[in-house]
């Protein structure tokens, strides 16, 4: 089977069967990461370029890990250490690294639809890795596999996302992806920090009550308010913030079962999630880590494969 596109853009322009496919790839890929040799050669004649205009701690080491684990060649690039530092564009930046022949571009950027520029631009196959507050179809492929592995089949599933969703690549991708896969999407936070077209556009429920949506979900996703992208003050202050939408321990021995909680990273204790909720059992956090090295493997490898169609 192959992906329908060429690029990983969005969850956007994937169909349910090709999240289907990536999730069902990324399982075969977790066995290998299970195995003593952590290592297949099925790129090996691929080179990519990890390309990060905005600062990462799981999306980069993860991709350059599943790049490795694939046996194929990569080149990372910060823009903090390159020549745009010096004026250089976007598209003459990446027009000379792929004049030294690289397959596929892995980039991250501050400005939403920088990889959707890109695609147009170039013939290399570019793998979205976060743009701005677009989309990080990676991270919602990771929390959809995560949360199969932990509960089962999202069909019917109840998902809840709470927080800065205005601003959060994150959320969009995960509405997207849990929706196409039959579950229901709640999203919780302050009004002002959720955008008002969200219920009829993305068909999603809202609530502003974070005790009430907690009872209704049977996953919870934190996230964390994104302060670098907001030019407003958006609410009074993160102690009040933590007051009325952090997640706690009480909070949550009050509800009548257990819930499954979730966070993409980076975690703010204290403003979003209590230390005691983050490292808890009921947290899937460090899976959802471990499992974006066999995400992004299974996402890199269906893209080589189509490359060679
Ligand atoms: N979840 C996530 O994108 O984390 P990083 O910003 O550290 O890559």
Not at 4 to 24: F, N, P, R, W
Not at 69 to 84: E, G, P, T
Not at 127 to 146: C, K, M, R, W, Y
Request: hydrophobic share 45%; charged share 20%.
């Amino acid at each position: 089977m192959q992906l329908s596109t060429k690029h990983l853009l969005g969850i956007k322009d994937l169909s349910a069967e090709d999240i289907s496919l990536i999730l069902a790839t990324a399982s075969q890929f977790k066995e290998v990461l299970q195995r003593p040799v952590k290592k297949v050669p099925s790129l090996r004649d691929i080179t990519i370029v990890n390309l990060f205009y905005e600062n990462s701690t799981r999306t980069r080491i993860s991709f350059e890990l599943a790049e490795k684990r694939l046996s194929a060649d990569s080149i990372n690039f910060s823009a903090s250490a390159s020549s745009v530092s010096k004026g250089e564009t976007l598209l003459d930046t990446v027009n000379n690294i792929l004049s030294m022949k690289v397959d596929m571009v892995v980039m991250r950027h501050s400005a939403s639809g920088a990889p959707h520029f890109l695609a147009k631009h170039i013939p290399a196959a570019i793998v979205n890795a976060g743009d701005g507050i677009n989309e990080h179809p990676t991270q919602a492929l990771l929390d959809a596999f995560s949360i199969q592995e932990k509960i089962g089949s999202l069909e019917g599933k109840k998902v809840l996302l709470i927080g800065d969703i205005m601003h959060s690549r994150v959320a969009l991708s995960n509405i997207y992806l849990l929706k196409k896969m039959g579950a229901e999407v709640m999203v919780a936070g302050p009004p002002t920090l959720i955008p008002t077209y969200i219920k009829e556009a993305l068909q999603v429920k809202v609530e502003y009550n974070l005790k009430k949506a907690l009872q209704w979900c049977d996953v919870a996703n934190v996230l964390r308010i994104q302060l670098e992208r907001q030019n407003q003050v958006l609410f009074s202050s993160l102690r009040e913030y933590n007051l009325a939408y952090g997640v706690s321990k009480k909070l949550l021995d009050g509800l009548q079962k257990e819930i499954v909680i979730m966070h993409p990273g980076p975690i703010n204790r204290g403003v979003e999630i209590d230390s005691d909720v983050a490292d808890s059992s009921q947290s899937i956090i460090l899976q959802q880590v471990e499992n974006g090295v066999a995400v992004r493997m299974a996402v890199l490898y269906l893209l080589a494969g189509k490359k060679a169609e």
